[in-house]
């Protein structure tokens, strides 16, 4: 296949195609700006002090701190992409129908994806343009200095040539990939695309994954000689948060599964019955589709845990300070600064929930619009939308809540297993569980995922529209 | 069709005499015209006469003098012969039905022929419900379903084919009388 | 005989494109009727207006001397769910119901137990001759094995009037045929009327009349000729 045809073939399409361009486009944008300024803060230089003394915000202008801005920008990036993937299955039948059609033309299956990949890949790159300008013009905007003088942002320094450019590749190809990754579920025949669905059902082995993940993340507090910072460290602690976040994702799977049978035992009500049933017929799309949504939730989790750690142990020196005249205890900054940076992080998870939820939505509108044909005789046969609406809810919501708990109680864990007693000579404390912030977390990521389920309905209502009946 | 094959084909099952043959000839071919009792002596007659069959032995309990008859080795070459021996497709070209509509469409007016063509419409459709219901009936025989499937394809060919020209017919006089 | 299902005046368009110009139609208690005609003749969406599947722009649909277009769109719902039944050509079982669950689903929405509606659900796959599939999914079955759960769910309300959208469409000759022959069968045995919208001579010779659409409208000839304005 020559590149001109790939690109007419994969810019063909309507409506729907367009605003799945426009959606990937602009996600791609997005993941690009925050990259770049992930970038621009790793491309901050060392003052002659060791620290950067023109920045208003300590999180810039001491090296030390850098690093933790950058892993949050490019974590919250990570959401971002798979948003820009996910789009690949937005407004999909006129698409499928279309890559039917290319198949029965004479295209190979691979040809077929190729040909989706490259319009995501076209959007991503339409996308990377469009947020290298946004960033640019985000950098004059945003250049603002305080009392002091100290810049508020790092607005004074730009990203290598060469940054910029594999940033602005980087982000459509991981789009593509993502698209393609999706895109495996689907068989595209030329008689029409049809979702491949695993036949046995989930084992809650990932429960041993969050085991194994918590174990490995205690090591460096348990063994003498991994100390904090190093490499050893760096992999202990982030291969544990990686197995558990796994875990938890993949645990997601039998809790769907579970979930199910549960719900086809007890349930009495009809839609409690298609709900169950769709739950055990595909259990893998929970955690295919919450993937983001329980990475985020897991590292919030953490970072509730951390900095309710912080403040206890402010707590703690700011007593024995209280009571000694002698030398005080503290850290080398004011306890704000720390939970500030803390905060930051929890502003990443905010917006990749946000983001994972958008994700959730085009999978939950991808499904819906899948099965509209069965919705729509469904509807014929006085099935009412009531009960189906409800179907949709049952199936979404409930395996999520023991998701979301499994989520926010190992991320808890995680941390609380390294130590729950933190203090001052004489003057230990026990660190509380932050209950209420949790539930926060937890619930605020439910309530974004009933607010996003509730639009998919939205869908849903036009789904069983009589015309997917017509003889095809 | 010929009668002479068709008795030699229900001989081919054991043997017979004229009564057994004509009402198993009706019974497994019900849509065919029913045999008149002198053509099946008649039939017999000329197929003894050839030596495809012969007889076999007489029958008189309680009733007229009955002849059974047997398949001769001749009679079942013969019959193998016409087995196998394809018949010419499509005579249904020559039916009166297809003259009849073609004569109408051409000598009577546009009003007459569609009269016609209606009603020969109607007349075709109830008989082909009166066909499917003999096929639908709990007590149908496999015979049955069979002899009026072979009908109800013929009739719905007919349909069909009386639907496609007046189509013609219409598209045709558009052309001519725009 | 009373009257079932009365039609009168049915007018319907999709966009500027008309479906139906003025059909009356009269269907009687237990009478099977056929609609004919060739594609796009407006057949599926009489068969939709009659069945309150959709709305009429003008005309009445009566049900039993009712006007179901004044109903609400619930009430119609519940109608369609009990005292009719709808069967199209393909793809109405749900996909990850087993057949049984699949035919109960009626029975449930009306409140019935989930055994009990199991068991009905056994009955009606029994009398279609597939009681044997009632634990396998749709995707594992033969197109008329599926189409057999999809009459039998269709009628496992027993409803007053079943409506047929080329039930048969999808299936070879014989599988068709007897598919057919079944629903014809039952809805006899229970005194159900049934709306068979087919293209086909021989499906349409099932029914006890057949009346004929061509271009929305009545055609009285049967013959598809065009109607000369």
Known sequence: MRPATLFRLAVAGNRTDHLRTALTAASSALALVVLLAAATVIAIKNGESGENAHYASPLLAEPGLRPGVIAALVLLAVPILALAGQSIRLGAPARDRRLAAIRLAGATPGQAVLIAGAETVAAGVIGSVVGLGGFLLLRVVLERRNAGGELLLPTDVLPSVLWIVILMAFVPVMAGLVGALLLRQVVISPLGVVRRTRKRGPWPWPGFLIVVGLVIFQLPAQIKGIDVGTNRWA?????????????????????????????????????????????????????????????????????????????????????????????????????????????????????????????????????????????????????????????????????????????????????????TRVGAPSNTLTVPVPVGSLALLAGGAFLIMLIATGIGLVVLRSSTDLEELRAS | MSTSHVLLGLLAGGPRHGYELKRSHDDRLPQAKPLAFGQVYATLGRLERDGLVEQSGQDRDGGPDRTSYVITEAGRARLGEWLTEVEPPAPYVTSALFAKVVVSLLASGERVATEYLVAQRAAHTTRLRELTAVKTDSAATVGDVIAADYAIAHLDADLRWLQTTLLRLADLNEEMNP | MNTLLQGTALHRAYGPTPALRGVDIEVTE????????????????????????????????????????????????????????????????????????????????????????????????????????????????????????????????????????????????????????????????????????????????YADREISLRDGALDPTGLGLRTRA
């Open chain 3, 30 to 205: 237990g009478e099977i009727v056929a609609v004919t005609g060739p594609s796009g003749c407006g057949k599926s969406t009489l068969l939709h207006c009659l069945a309150g599947i959709m709305r009429v722009d003008s005309g009445s649909v009566r049900y039993r001397d009712q006007d179901i277009g004044l109903w609400s769109e619930s009430a119609r719902s519940k109608l369609r769910r009990t005292e009719f039944g709808v069967l199209f050509q393909f793809g109405q079982l749900v996909p990850e119901l087993t057949a049984g669950e699949n035919v109960a689903l009626p029975l449930l929405l009306g409140g019935v137990k989930r055994r009990e509606a199991q068991k009905t659900a056994e009955e009606w796959l029994d009398r279609f001759g597939v009681a044997e599939l009632a634990g396998k999914l749709p995707g594992a079955m033969s197109g008329g094995q599926q189409q057999r759960c999809a009459v039998a769910r269709a009628m496992v309300t027993e409803p007053r009037a079943l409506f047929a959208d080329e039930p048969t469409g999808a299936l070879d000759v014989l599988t068709g045929e007897q598919v057919l022959g079944e629903i014809v069968r039952v809805a006899r045995e229970k005194g159900m009327a049934v709306v068979l919208v087919t293209h086909e001579a021989q499906i349409a010779a």
């Open chain 1, 235 to 419: 992999v202990l602690v982030g291969g544990g948060v990686a197995l558990t976040t796994i875990g938890v994702v993949l645990g997601t799977g039998w809790i769907a599964h579970t979930t199910g049978r549960l719900l086809l035992r007890f349930g009495p009500r009809p839609a409690m019955l298609l709900a169950g049933r769709r739950l055990m017929a595909d259990p893998w799309s929970g955690s295919r589709t919450l993937a983001a949504l329980l990475a985020s939730v897991v590292i919030g989790a953490i970072a509730l845990g951390y900095r309710i750690g912080l403040v206890t142990q402010f707590e703690a020196w700011n007593r024995y300070n209280a009571q000694t005249r002698e030398e005080q205890l503290g850290a080398g900054a004011p306890e704000g600064f720390y939970t500030g940076a803390v905060d930051l992080i929890m502003v990443a998870v905010g917006i990749g929930v946000t983001v994972a939820a958008a994700g959730v939505l085009i999978s939950l509108a991808e499904g819906i619009v899948a099965r509209r044909r069965t919705y729509a005789a469904l509807t014929a046969a006085g099935v009412p939308g009531r009960t189906l609406s409800e179907s949709v809810l049952w199936q979404t919501m409930l395996p999520l809540a023991p998701a979301l708990l499994l989520a926010v109680t190992s991320g808890i864990g995680l941390i609380r297993l390294t130590g």
